[in-house]
């Protein structure tokens, strides 16, 4: 984005802000129609079946201010049903806009849904993709921005231009192709390559001297990933909504569904340097690479790509543990971000969800708690609105793990508007996860190998953890994250990692204030589409 298209957003919303002091306006407007497409392309360099949106793979690029309202009309021209959510958005008051099966019936083939939500009190580096199917492996992701208004400081110098990129693995194997795999009780094979923004290679053009923002998100499907430049420090400034500690690095993790943001300054000779993105804790390392300009450069990129980090899981963990809040920036609002100590709140109540991979009817499925989720054919927000019996069950899970077989069932975890939870996620397994809250940005107050026990509470950052809403949980380790839930609606809890999401690990967390009225939750949409056991109901 350049810094002309910057200072217009700002002065934009600057517009807005003086106009108030003579007319009380409301949050600007942004309009924009979506077409969802079919199309052939070569990403690794064969054809296949690809999603566009307005013909673009990847999707458009969302520019907005904090506050704007997104008026999204999406027409779905594929032949199966099809959703977009957007990761990271809070949606608040509004699960009814969230995107995802349990709150949304999907959009049928040659119809339309019109999204109407807010980044509310949110600025950040975040992204969109398919909810639906498999249809994330072909494509219809995008990058999404909420920009500060100009009237809240940011902690840096706005850079030159910013630069979004789209990191992710990728295969050649078409998204009908991997869901039959995995409706079969085979796991995704290794993907068969990366991309940066939807390309094996791409540019990106700076002049010598000049500071730049990278906004770097793994979109991927599976794979952890590590991101750097050749021959320049990176300095981490914000983390899917929070500003951070200035910190500089060489090179920086991101694993499936997280973002961040860094400043570069182009500070080296003038040529070309290798922009790298490769897997991590992986035996075959797949890397892709882009390339960055200088404007007065005359030499191409040469030499080997930088390596990246030798040292696995510790190394990436104790990384994970450098990620600090700035506590005295402002994000959105203009309160300092430490002004809220979340960590002197005694939590009202703690989950632990378990993870596994069990066979079900002999079939592979992946599972919290011994659930595997099912997806109903009503969405379970409809179905908690209109008091449809038989759809989800508030007693499917325990909040604990506990022996026995694996069950499918369709789980909700019930909570009180405003309560204050630990949650801690246990992974048993050899693999790496990730994990993904809709509705709330969380602070990830602890990273441990083993077994979780209270008495890793001692280790807990209760000072200066930031917030985001993607959480790594490492191979045979715990990630624990502290929540407000502040924000009623039915919202997804689910891996990140798309496989693991398809075959049922996830579930539902219903925040729920008995006193119903606007200050809590917004009313249903008129527009609402209606499907399964709500088809005839009318909002």
């Given at each position: ?221 599976s794979t952890s990933l590590n991101f750097r430049i050749q021959g320049h420090k990176m300095k981490l ?303």
């Amino acid at each position: 984005m350049g810094k002309a298209v910057l200072l217009q957003l700002l002065f934009g919303a600057l517009a807005v802000v003086l106009s108030a002091s003579v007319v009380k306006a409301e949050d600007p407007y942004k309009f924009y129609t979506w077409t969802v497409t079919y199309g052939t392309l070569s990403p690794l360099g064969v054809p296949q079946q690809v999603i566009l949106i307005n013909g673009q793979f990847p999707g458009p690029r969302l520019d907005v201010v904090t506050n704007d309202n997104i008026i999204l009309n999406l027409i779905n021209k594929l032949d199966q049903p099809f959703l977009l959510t957007w990761n990271g958005i809070k949606q608040r008051k509004n699960s009814w806009q969230d995107g995802v099966l349990g709150t949304n019936c999907p959009i049928p083939p040659n119809s339309n849904y019109t999204y109407k939500f807010q980044p509310k009190d949110q600025i950040g580096t975040f992204t969109y993709f398919p909810s639906t199917k498999l249809h994330r492996a072909a494509g219809g992701f995008g990058g999404l921005n909420v920009y500060s208004r100009p009237r809240i400081p940011i902690p840096y110098p706005i850079p030159e231009s910013d630069f979004t990129l789209l990191v992710g693995d990728w295969y050649k194997a078409s998204h009908q192709a991997l869901q039959k795999s995995l409706d079969s009780g085979k796991s995704l094979p290794y993907p068969d390559g990366l991309l940066i923004n939807g390309q094996a290679s791409s540019t990106f053009t700076g002049d010598q001297g000049k500071t730049y923002m990278f906004r770097v998100s793994n979109v991927g499907l599976s794979t952890s990933l590590n991101f750097r430049i050749q021959g320049h420090k990176m300095k981490l400034v914000e983390c899917e909504g929070s500003h951070t500690q200035q910190n500089i690095y060489d090179s920086l993790d991101v694993h499936v569904g997280q973002s961040f943001s860094v400043l570069l300054t182009l500070d080296q000779p003038p040529k070309d340097y290798y922009i790298v993105a490769s897997t991590r804790f992986t035996r075959r390392v797949l890397t892709a690479t882009a390339v960055l300009h200088y404007s007065n450069s005359h030499t191409s990129v040469s030499g080997p790509v930088p390596a990246g980090p030798r040292y696995q899981f510790h190394w990436s963990m104790q990384q994970a543990r450098t990620f600090r809040w700035n506590l005295t920036a402002n994000a959105a609002r203009p309160n300092p971000q430490g002004s809220y100590h979340y960590g002197q709140i005694v939590p009202t109540k703690t989950i632990v969800l378990a993870s596994s991979a069990p066979l079900i009817n002999g079939t592979l499925r992946y599972a919290f708690n011994r659930v595997s989720y099912v997806n109903p054919d009503t969405p379970l927000k409809l179905a908690d609105y209109f008091n449809i019996p038989g759809v989800f069950s508030f007693d499917a899970i325990q909040s604990v793990p506990s022996g026995g077989p694996a069950i499918l069932a369709t789980p909700v975890l019930p909570s009180s508007h405003h309560d204050f939870l630990e949650i801690v996620f246990q992974n048993n397994e050899r693999t790496m996860q990730s994990v993904h809250l809709d509705g709330y940005d969380f602070w990830p107050v602890g990273y441990g190998s083993g077994q979780w026990q209270p008495a890793k509470r001692r280790t807990y950052n209760l000072v200066d953890a930031l917030t985001r809403h993607t959480v790594q949980v490492f191979p045979n380790s715990w990630s624990t994250i502290l929540v407000s839930l502040d924000n009623q609606g039915m919202w997804n809890l689910r891996s990140a990692l798309w496989e693991r999401q398809y075959l049922g690990q996830q579930l539902y967390l219903r925040v729920w204030n008995p006193t119903q009225n606007l200050a809590n939750e917004y009313n249903i949409p008129s527009n609402a589409l209606m499907c399964g056991k709500a088809v005839g109901r009318h909002p």
